[in-house]
Structures are given as C-alpha cells and as structure tokens.
C-alpha cells in the first residue's frame, strides 16, 4: 500500500462533506461516504438522446436555426421550415430537460449566425443576402438591434465568441470576400485585415465556429472560391491578427454543427457529406470530432444523421437539434446531447 | 454471423438513449424508426428491450425502409414545382431522394 503523504508530501484532509469549491488536483476523504476522492477531468465522449424539441417533429422540421448558449441553457431562433409560419416566434430555450418558448425574433429568415449565452447572446445576418439587418443582442427575454458586419454576405459564416468581447467572422463564399474577415468589439465590426488560409463556407451552418477573436478556431465546410466547390478537412486557428493552418479533421462535410471555447477546445457534429444523391447514412455524418489544440479526434457517432443543424455548447458539452436529411428521412424532432471531457470528482477506487 | 441487427422503435426523447448506452453500443438511426445496433450483444439487447424494440430480419427492416422511401419520394414528388426544395440554385434544394441496401 502506498503512503500518500511519502509519495506526495502531503496529508489528505478528512471532511464530512466534499469542499466547495474544489481545485484540479485536490484530494480529499469524505468520513461520511468513507471514500477518497480526486478532482479531475472525466472523459466521457457519448452522446444521449435529450428532450423532443417542440418546433419540429412529425410533418415539419427545422434547419437553418441559429442556435447559441450552452448545452443547458441554449437558446434556438428562427430556422427555415415550409410548414411553420415566418410570423411564429420560434424562439425557445433549453435548460437540458425541458422546452420553453419565449420572446419571439424580431424578423424572418434563415441562416443567421448565434453566438453567445442564453442570457448575453447575439444572432445576426442570414438569407436573404444580404436582405434587411438582422443583427440583435438577446438578454435572455428581448432582443436589441444592434450594428451588423460590413460584408454583404450574410450567411454561411463560422462565428464565435462572446457579447461584450471581441469576435470574429468568416465569409468566404465569393470571391473577393472569400476568407474575409471581421471583429466584433461589443459595439461595432471591423475589418481585421486578415484571410483565412483555406477560404471556405459552411454551406448552411449557422453555429460553426469555435473561441473568440483571440482564440479562434474553424474547420471543414466547402473550400475553394467557386463555384464549383470542394468539401475540406482542413482547419485553422486565430490568434487576433492572423489565421494558421492546423491538423486537419478527419471527415469532410458542410453544414455541419461546429462549436467549442477556444481554439483548443472544438467539436464538429453532423453536416452534409459528398454526394448529390440524398439518402441514409451515405449523404449525412452523424460522426463527431473534437480538438484540443494538438490534433482532431474522432469521438463516438451521435444518435442521429442531420446536415443544417444547430446547437449550443462545445467539447465539454453540447445539445444539437434541427436539421434535415434533405428529404431522404422523416423529419424529426431529435435532439442530441453530447458530453465530452469535464471538470468533475472522482471516487479513487483501491483495486 | 450477422454483426448487426434492426430494432424498430420509436424516440420519445430524453432517455431513450442515455450516455450510459451511447459507452457501450453504437447507434445507427435509419427512415421508420429503425436503428442498427451490434448483434449478440447484451448491451445492445438490453438496450432494445429497454425501448420496447421490435427486431426486424434484414429483409423486413428493408421493407420499412423502402415503404418509408416512397413516401418521402412522393413527399418529393408532390412539392409544386417551383418549390425551394425543387430549385437548384436555391440553399434549400433538394434532390429526389433515393434509397440504400441494408447491411447485418
């Protein structure tokens, strides 16, 4: 048996009730469950089926959605369905169990971009490009206009980051925009005078992106200045004045669900694959990927097939929903939940 | 032997499939709520009958997916012609879809 006060040089400290808050790497023993327990990373990487989203479901579905927030408190608005009138709200929040509707977006379309927190959110641009402003601010229960991009194109950008801080986006579909990019200051864009390496759009993505303007991170989506276009593997990060290629993700789509913190924390869920002919699996990834600075690593399939989905949260956690099959399925009201790696405490077991 | 098998069930939502599940099976999800799970498998097996899952023989969950195929081709078929769906040069174009062979 091991001493842990040889090994560490320490005494472990014997409390009725796990301390709060507890810092990575701090042991202790509960005397009351007698047990010793660790703070640490939990690796999990599964995917679970979350609660029946109300927006979608048999006859009518949802793609398109800008999705923002975390895996449980998320937030959905808008979204393109032929069934759906524009003059429903389609606003509605998640809290990881249940459904809720709420203050309803100021205007139509698809495709707009979110990102942000369920209580300090931003949702702006979408199709029709470039079509009327659609750039607000959402507190959680109204949302606020505010100022929109430069760039004409306002779709199928990879965005991130947060209300107050800086943030960066991504349009590459025509040339000469393609690998434009813009920041967000909290009040106003501009241009960061900066080109992605590999020029792409997401093709129907509308939460794709991952960190900030310090710390940002894209992949995949359809390459090149076309048309025609070509799906890419390739990702690359942001550090505020330049992007840099990084390894690549290992399959190859568009209008996928990409999100994460940094641009060493991302995941990619879903998206279209090559192919025009629409079936299932062969047209739509359920595979998912995540990055933790160093390479992309492919994590267990999600329950379901979908390209032009939505979702909130990253790596560590992330709910996902909307999304179609182009027909090829029925639509669906799914709703994937995944758990990646996470702070948490750990029994140390002996044996 | 087959490697995998077809269960026919319906998602109701939050727990039909949990993290605990998603460790030890591997999900795929097909038109007409068929999903292929490892065959001779008990989590896989304790999972179908946690869901109330019917199993289907390769030709059966074919013919679930192929009558849902009709439908969804008729779904198609019946969109006006200048719908989104229709249009090639809209976001939302889609094209008539078309079916797979199952595989165990």
């Not at chain 1, 709200?89 to 942000?116: K, R």
């Amino acid at each position: 048996m091991t001493n842990y006060l040889d090994i560490k040089g320490q005494n472990v400290q014997s409390v009725a009730s796990d301390p709060s808050p507890v810092a990575i790497g701090q042991v202790w023993y509960n005397t009351t469950s007698n047990t010793a327990k660790v703070r640490g990373f939990i690796s999990s990487n599964t995917w679970a089926t979350g609660a029946t989203m109300p927006l979608v479901g048999p006859g009518q579905y949802l793609s398109y959605a800008s999705g923002f927030g975390t895996k449980d408190a998320a937030v959905s608005a808008r979204g393109y369905s032929p069934v759906i009138p524009p003059s429903t709200p389609n606003v509605v929040h998640y809290d990881g169990s249940t459904w809720t509707s709420h203050t309803g977006y100021p205007d139509g379309g698809t495709s707009a971009q979110g990102f942000g927190l369920q209580s300090a959110g931003i949702v702006f641009g979408g199709d029709p490009s470039p079509g009327p402003a659609r750039n607000y601010s959402y507190d959680g229960s109204a949302w606020t206009s505010i100022n929109g991009p430069a760039l004409s194109v306002y779709s199928d950008m990879y965005t991130g980051g947060t209300t107050g801080a800086a943030f960066k986006t991504v349009a590459a579909k025509t040339s000469p925009t393609a690998g434009f990019t813009e920041e967000w200051d909290g009040t106003n864009w501009s241009d960061a005078s900066a080109t992605m390496n590999t020029s792409r759009y997401t093709s129907g993505g509308t939460r794709a992106g991952a960190g900030d303007s310090s710390a940002g991170l894209i992949a995949v989506g359809n390459a090149g200045n076309g048309p025609p276009y070509s799906l890419s593997t390739a990702s690359e990060s942001y550090d505020g004045s330049s992007w840099s290629s990084t390894p690549s993700a290992s399959q190859a789509r568009r209008g996928m669900f990409m999100s994460g913190a940094s641009q060493t924390s991302g995941m990619i869920y879903g998206g279209r694959l090559p192919g025009p002919a629409p079936s299932i699996p062969s047209a739509f990834s359920n595979g998912t990927e995540t990055y933790d600075g160093t390479s992309w690593t492919t994590r267990a399939n999600g329950p379901f097939h979908a390209t032009y989905l939505t979702g909130a949260g990253g790596a560590e956690g992330a709910t996902t929903w909307g999304g179609d099959t182009e027909g090829a399925s029925p639509p669906s009201n799914y709703v994937g939940e995944f758990t990646g790696v996470y702070e948490g405490t750990v029994t140390i077991q002996t044996s | 032997m087959a490697d995998y098998q077809y269960i026919e069930a319906t998602c109701w939502g939050k727990g039909f499939i949990t993290h605990e599940d998603s460790r030890h099976i591997s999900f795929e999800n097909y038109a007409g709520n068929l999903w292929k799970i490892p065959n001779n498998d008990q989590h896989a097996n304790r999972w179908s009958a946690g869901v109330a899952g019917v199993k289907k023989t390769l030709v059966e969950a074919q013919a679930i997916y192929d009558a849902d195929l009709v439908v969804r081709q008729n779904a198609w078929d019946a969109l006006p012609d200048d719908a989104p769906e229709k249009d090639a040069s809209s976001s939302f174009y889609w094209a008539r879809p078309t079916g797979i062979t199952l595989t165990e």
